[in-house]
């Protein structure tokens, strides 16, 4: 079992950078991938980006690659890093755990936090 909490969340403008942290609640995260996805009010849960559980290999959605950037301090705190905001970037962030090698379905992770919310105004 694996408890999840996201912090970071905030109200910032578009342009701007903002961390998004997410903190394992024991060591056996360390074996998992930990992905992140977003929920935009009336959209469906998708995929923003993943780390594999060594922390070698980083996937991304088309939509936040190049300014988006998944990092891991072992097998603690996931970090995501989300620069040039938009304000299509609105969305509840979550964090979650999974030992599947498929990374950008909500399906495969069995373990989630419950969410930070980001807003970015234009």
């Known amino acids: 079992q694996v408890q999840l909490s996201e912090s970071g969340g905030s109200v910032v403008q578009a342009g701007d950078s903002l961390r998004l942290s997410c903190a394992a609640s024991?060591?056996?995260?360390?074996?998992?991938?930990m992905g992140w996805f977003r929920q935009a009010p009336g959209k469906d849960r998708e995929f923003v980006g993943a780390?594999?559980?060594?922390?070698?290999?980083a996937y991304y959605a088309d939509s936040v690659r190049g300014r988006f950037i998944v990092s891991r301090d072992a097998w603690r705190t996931v970090h995501l890093q989300m620069n040039t905001l938009k304000p299509e970037d609105t969305a509840i962030y979550y964090c979650?755990?999974?030992?599947?090698?498929?990374?950008?379905?909500?399906?495969?992770?069995?373990?989630w936090g419950q969410g930070t919310q980001v807003t970015v105004s234009s």
């Open positions: 979650a755990a999974s030992s599947s090698v498929r990374v950008t379905f909500a399906r495969d992770y069995p373990y």
């Open positions: 024991s060591q056996t995260a360390g074996r998992y991938t």
């Open positions: 780390i594999d559980s060594t922390g070698g290999s």
